[in-house]
T-cell receptor
């Protein structure tokens, strides 16, 4: 059973527009959420994170929103650039001992010039 | 600062053969992780080390997989014997002590193909 779900496998947006990548989770014990970005033939790289005590975290063009009641988070990229084209993974963890990251399947973002 | 180093980058073997992957984490990172990423899926944790100690190996298929981290630095992950279903990308990650929660730095991975 997928505890972290990225239901849309792909997204295509025009350069300069906003990209919105969605993620849902089912485990109510998750309290820390991360987004990773992955280019082909490379490992995932950390992008941005958010703790459950917040509902928004912003870093430059990237903003993550968390809606705990809906168990939903989203990553906004504004403005989108062609270099943002990659696979984006949502991940979550809880505060339990030996806590681990649980990843979603990823969303492939394509930014058209 | 050098990133997480993994070798080999690619490996093709026949089923029932053994295979080993090597990982050198970022200097000073005491936590090391091995993940497996199947095609179209996100990474799944196999084992986590704190220094030399494996603190979470609950997802490691122990009948054929083994791992070690001698001296708390480099690590190797071994599969013996390999099966067709083991074809995947094997990712190593590391994280520093007391810096953010669960911010892990990944290597480029080893793509394993079992024929």
């Amino acid at each position: 059973d997928q505890q972290v779900k990225q239901n849309s496998p792909s997204l295509s947006v025009q350069e300069g527009r906003i990209s919105i990548l969605n993620c849902d989770y089912t485990n109510s014990m998750f309290d820390y959420f991360l987004w990773y970005k992955k280019y082909p033939a490379e490992g995932p790289t950390f992008l941005i994170s958010i703790s459950s005590i917040k509902d928004k975290n912003e870093d430059g063009r990237f903003t993550v929103f968390l809606n705990k009641s809906a168990k939903h988070l989203s990553l906004h990229i504004v403005p989108s650039q062609p270099g943002d084209s990659a696979v984006y993974f949502c991940a979550a963890s809880d505060t339990g001992a030996n806590s681990k990251l649980t990843f979603g399947k990823g969303i492939t973002l394509s930014v058209r010039p | 600062e050098a990133g997480v180093v993994q070798s080999p980058r690619y490996k093709i073997i026949e089923k029932k053969q053994p295979v080993a992957f090597w990982c050198n984490p970022i200097s000073g990172h005491n936590t090391l992780y091995w993940y497996r990423q199947n095609l179209g899926q996100g990474p799944e944790l196999l084992i986590r080390y704190e220094n030399e100690e494996a603190v979470d190996d609950s997802q490691l298929p122990k009948d054929r997989f083994s791992a070690e981290r001698l001296k708390g630095v480099d690590s190797t992950l071994k599969i013996q014997p390999a099966e067709l279903g083991d074809s995947a990308v094997y990712l190593c990650a590391s994280s520093p002590p007391r810096q953010g929660r669960d911010t892990q730095y990944f290597g480029p991975g080893t793509r394993l193909t079992v024929l």
